[in-house]
């Protein structure tokens, strides 16, 4: 199987990440004391994100943005969908209580959707993109919950 221009699959799943993030960001309060985090990891994390919310929809710089095959798309969809619902369960969690446990499920879970998307499409720039991404997120979700 075979994508045009815009993997609508993984443009989905980005939709499907944002959203409780989203929730988050305006229930938070403003007056949260900020961790002080150094500006390298929040550039990094900030590039990373950026850079895997646009490459799980677009195929810059891929030959032939698809799978190898059936197998390849089905794992995509069902691990994908497994990995959204467990990253929708840690939100539920980590509204109800937030631990360092709850922070980090939901700052590996989306790495982990991101790096599986990546090597099964052979988005090359996704998985590097993923990689800095889930270092950066990781290490400011560590900094910022311990």
């Known amino acids: 199987m075979e994508f045009g221009w815009i993997n ?4 989905g799943i980005v939709v499907l990440i944002m ?7 305006v229930r938070q309060k403003q007056d949260e004391a ?10 990094c994390e900030q590039v990373g994100r950026y850079g895997c919310i646009v490459l799980m929809w677009l195929p810059l ?3 032939k943005f698809g799978f ?14 497994l ?7 840690f939100w539920g969690f980590y509204f109800r209580k937030k631990a360092l446990s709850n922070a980090m ?3 590996i879970i989306p790495t982990l959707i ?30 910022t919950n311990k």
Not at 19 to 25: K, S
Request: a neutral charge; charged letters at 5%; proline letters at 3%.
């Open 19 to 25: 959203i409780p993030n989203i929730i988050y960001a």
């Open 34 to 43: 900020q961790a002080i985090i150094p500006k390298y990891l929040s550039a």
């Open 8 to 11: 609508l699959f993984g443009a």
């Open 61 to 63: 710089l891929v030959w």
């Open 114 to 143: 991101f790096l599986l998307s990546g090597i099964l499409l052979r988005h090359w720039l996704l998985v590097i993109a993923a990689v800095i991404f889930g270092f950066a997120h990781c290490s400011i979700t560590y900094i």
């Open 105 to 107: 499920a939901l700052a």
């Open 83 to 89: 990995l959204l619902l467990s990253y929708y369960l």
């Open 68 to 81: 190898g095959s059936v197998e390849e798309l089905l794992v995509y969809l069902i691990a994908n969908g």
